[in-house]
C-alpha cells in the first residue's frame, strides 16, 4: 500500500479469435449477418476464440456457424484488429491482449434463427443499419472495408 491507496494485481493473457462478416444478395440488397452477445446485449459481428489446431479461416466459418447460424464460404481476408480489455474470468480479474482475424464470407446455407445460447439474435441488416449498430469501432470499420471488397467483386 502507497499513498493510502491499495494497488490491485491482475495477469495478463494473449487472445487469438476470428470472425466474419457473413453477406448475402436479397431482392439486389446485400445484408451482412450481425448477433447479439448475452450477456452483454451489445451487437457485434460472429467472432470467436481460435481453437487449438484450427486455422484462422476454419474458427471464422466455425463461429458464424454457431453464432448466426449460417454456413459460408471465406472469400477474402479483410484485416487483424487489435485491442486490450479487462474481465473477471474464473474469480480473477485478467487484462487481454486480443487479437482478431477478420474474413469475408459468402452466404451459402442455413438460418438466423439457428444461433447458439451465446446470442440472443442473430439478424442479417444492411451495411447502413449494421454501422449504426455495431457497439465497437474497429468492427465498424472492418465492415466499411468488406463492403469496399464486395463491391470490388461486382
Known amino acids: 500500500m502507497k499513498d493510502g491507496k491499495i494497488k490491485k494485481s491482475f495477469s ?34 460472429p467472432k470467436g ?20 447460424g449460417i454456413e459460408t464460404d471465406v472469400l477474402a481476408s479483410i484485416d487483424k484488429t487489435e485491442y486490450w480489455f479487462m474481465s473477471d474470468r474464473e474469480g480473477e480479474r485478467t487484462r487481454y491482449h486480443k487479437f482478431v482475424h477478420w474474413f469475408l464470407m459468402r452466404y451459402r446455407s442455413g438460418d438466423v434463427q439457428n444461433h447458439d445460447h451465446e446470442v440472443a439474435e442473430a439478424r442479417w441488416v444492411t451495411f447502413d443499419e449494421a454501422l449504426k449498430m ?14 469496399g471488397i464486395i463491391q470490388s467483386l461486382n
Open 134 to 147: 455495431l457497439v465497437f469501432k474497429n468492427e465498424r470499420d472492418v465492415v466499411e472495408k468488406a463492403s
Open 12 to 45: 495478463s493473457k494473449e487472445q487469438v479469435s476470428a470472425g466474419g462478416v457473413a453477406f448475402r444478395t436479397d431482392e439486389g440488397r446485400i445484408e451482412i449477418a450481425i448477433v447479439l452477445i448475452v450477456p452483454e446485449m451489445r451487437w457485434q459481428l
Open 49 to 68: 476464440i481460435i481453437d487449438k489446431g484450427e486455422t484462422a479461416e476454419e474458427a471464422a466459418s466455425r463461429e458464424v456457424l454457431e453464432e448466426a
